[in-house]
């Protein structure tokens, strides 16, 4: 399975802004789409936003102008960069990478270990 290591949780002031990284391991890997998910306590994972191989982005609404998604194909990396943090954006964000493929096989979507975001008010 792909692995993938994030970085750059931590905490931050309401209205601050946080960048989270993430970097898929391995050669010759494929990702057609690399995503942030969020998981707060007592709460479901929830999508917060998509980028394709081919630069497109999709955001969940509580998070569209205010965070930014953005992918380095030539790293397997993509950022989230966070904006104008509020208490409700407090969880641990997952990395994904959706459609994934190593040396030309198939193989299951790749989760990070999370990183956590706390937002102080």
């Known amino acids: 399975q792909v692995q993938l290591v994030e970085s750059g949780g931590g905490l931050v002031q309401a209205g601050g802004s946080l960048k989270l990284s993430c970097r898929a391991l391995?050669?010759?890997?494929?990702?057609?789409?690399m995503g942030w998910y969020r998981q707060a306590p007592g709460n479901q994972r929830e999508f917060v936003a998509r980028?394709?191989?081919?630069?497109?982005?999709n955001y969940a609404a509580s998070v569209e102008g205010r965070f930014t998604i953005s992918r380095d194909n030539s790293k397997n990396s993509v950022d989230l960069q966070m904006h104008s943090l509020t208490p409700e954006d407090p969880a641990v964000y997952y990395c994904?990478?959706?459609?994934?493929?190593?040396?030309?096989?198939?193989?299951?979507?790749?989760w990070g270990q999370g990183t956590h975001v706390t937002v102080s008010s």
């Open positions: 391995g050669r010759m890997l494929s990702l057609k789409s």
């Open positions: 980028i394709t191989d081919g630069g497109t982005t």
């Open positions: 994904n990478a959706a459609g994934v493929s190593k040396c030309g096989l198939e193989h299951p979507d790749a």
